[in-house]
């Protein structure tokens, strides 16, 4: 399907292609039309073990280098894939079934994180202080882990894999990327790119597969120190009992069933545009997707009617001119439908979409969803699709209590015109993310991004707190003779 890959995609170990050694196979399929796309390797402990033996070796070297030097190289990779920016964003493109428009932002997102974490080689911040002994210097300085297992979804690739490979090493660690099996390809050309680069081997290594196979002896392997993980709360929770087990360290970025409120005294006409695009964006397989919208009784007919019209008027396709694509294989299809039939069942009511659309591939119609009680499945778990729950709210107080009553607390958002009302809810809304008179977006390159309850183990990636995922902190104490002067 196309030629930046090849037909089979393997295994990227010690900058070699190789294939799955059991010689199995996962099917990847286009989202925008169900037909095969190309094969990717269906590894196993097996692979995992020599690509984590590959990471180790690599490591010995790498962590000796100064950070300086270590950035010089993540600087190449990054104008290495600002200069395959169009390679990189036609297999996102393909897939994920996002615009060619979209998977080049998201190409220029990589590609900034990239250049700020290569920056941060210039840093890599500890700190001195004082000691209370005579002639003794205090200081710290921060080490590499050793290993770090990367696990990340399809929803947006080559952010995903940004946002975790460039400071695992510029950390000094090496990475085993295990990439997701709905973009094999999108990980695969990251790799050759970083060869191209001048990476030195065995630093990243690239292992396909399904997660029970390839991800779980990932977790489990005792040469890696840190785990990251992006995905949903369930998986993370399971991740992190597991490396819990033997004391690795992890970073679990996990799902989100964000609200964004709509005041009375609130730009409607913003508030709209910015609700449009926090649903739907991506055919809202976004972890910061707005999934929960809570607007004032006072307006909430006149605002849910404009809404209503709105979402109609949305466009679903591949091109450019289209507002959301498909959503990324079939099972994630069959789940989302299913639930909407469930809570239909239950008395929710669809004002619009709610059905899969006609033709190929996995494109279901932007679905906003009334008369939701907040103890319903709808209401409560994250489905990863172009669907959103409108609930009818008395004021302001309740509004910040129905924002409050869930198990995550990833990104919330609030529109209003008073400055007061603004500064209190990000005082009280309980969410790693909040935004005022926007949309429920991740972080810029430079800023933390993570959430709370069920939504993250706390921390935050990317920005410079991310830097304290992938390296310790070593005190360090030099004791001086001032007789020796």
């Known amino acids: 399907m196309t030629d930046l890959v090849p037909a089979q995609i393997g295994n990227w170990i010690q900058d070699r292609l190789g294939s799955s050694e059991s010689e199995d196979w996962l099917e990847k399929r286009n989202p925008a039309t169900g037909g095969v796309l190309f094969q990717a390797a269906r590894s196993g402990a097996q692979v995992v073990s020599r690509a984590v033996q590959a990471a180790v070796t690599a490591q010995a070297t790498w962590g000796r280098v100064p950070g300086v030097q270590r ?34 932002g998201e190409t220029d997102g990589a590609v900034a994180l990239g250049r700020f974490m290569a920056g941060e080689g210039q840093r890599l911040y500890g700190r001195t ?19 770090a297992g990367l696990i990340v979804p399809a929803n947006t690739p080559i952010a995903n894999l940004a946002w ?21 390809a999108t990980a695969w050309l990251f790799a050759e790119i970083a060869q191209q680069a001048g990476l030195p081997p065995g630093l990243l290594n690239v292992v396909q597969g399904y997660g029970r196979e390839a991800g779980t002896p990932l977790v489990d392997h ?7 993980f992006t995905g949903s709360s369930a998986v993370g929770r399971e991740i992190g009992a597991r490396a819990g087990a033997r004391l690795a360290r992890t970073s679990l970025e996990l799902g989100g069933k964000n609200p964004l409120v709509v005041c009375d005294d609130a730009d409607l006409e913003n508030a709209l545009r910015w609700v449009l695009l926090s649903a739907f964006s991506n055919a809202g397989q976004r972890c910061a997707s707005c999934s929960r919208i809570l607007v004032f009784e006072n307006i909430y007919d006149e605002f849910v009617d404009r809404l209503v019209e709105a979402t109609r008027l949305l466009k679903v396709g591949t091109s450019d001119s289209d507002n959301l694509g498909p959503v990324i294989n079939s099972r994630q299809m069959e789940l989302i439908l299913h639930a909407l039939e ?96 926007g949309g429920t ?41 001032p007789g020796k002067v």
Not at 81 to 94: F, G, I, S, T
Not at 130 to 136: G, V
Not at 356 to 369: C, D, E, S
Not at 373 to 390: M, S
């Open 71 to 104: 950035g010089e190289v993540l600087f190449e990779m990054a104008a290495r894939l600002q200069q395959r920016r169009d390679d990189m964003a036609r297999l996102v493109a393909l897939e994920t079934g996002k615009s060619m428009r979209d998977a080049l």
């Open 441 to 481: 977006f991740g972080s810029e390159p430079h800023m933390p991004f993570g959430g709370v309850k069920g939504s993250g183990n706390g921390t935050r990636e990317p920005g410079t707190e991310a830097l304290d995922i992938y390296s310790n902190l070593l005190d360090l104490y030099i004791h001086t003779d």
């Open 342 to 437: 469930e809570a239909q069942g239950r008395g929710c009511r669809v004002l619009v979409g709610g059905k899969r659309l006609p033709g190929p591939g996995y494109f279901i119609a932007p679905t906003l969803v009334d008369k939701v009680e907040r103890t319903d499945d709808l209401w409560l778990h994250e489905l990863f699709g172009p669907v959103a729950c409108l609930l009818r709210v008395r004021d302001y107080e309740q509004a910040v209590e129905a924002a409050n009553d869930s198990v995550y607390g990833l990104t919330a958002c609030i529109h209003t015109e008073s400055l007061h009302r603004a500064h209190d809810f990000g005082n009280r809304v309980q969410a790693g993310v909040v935004v005022v008179n």
């Open 129 to 147: 202080t004082t000691s209370r002994m005579e002639n003794r210097l205090a200081m710290t300085v921060r080490q590499p882990i050793g290993v």
């Open 164 to 184: 975790k490979i460039f400071p695992a090493l510029i950390c000094g660690n090496a990475a085993v990327v295990k990439a997701s099996e709905d973009a094999p």
């Open 222 to 228: 005792p040469a890696v120190g840190v785990i990251s």
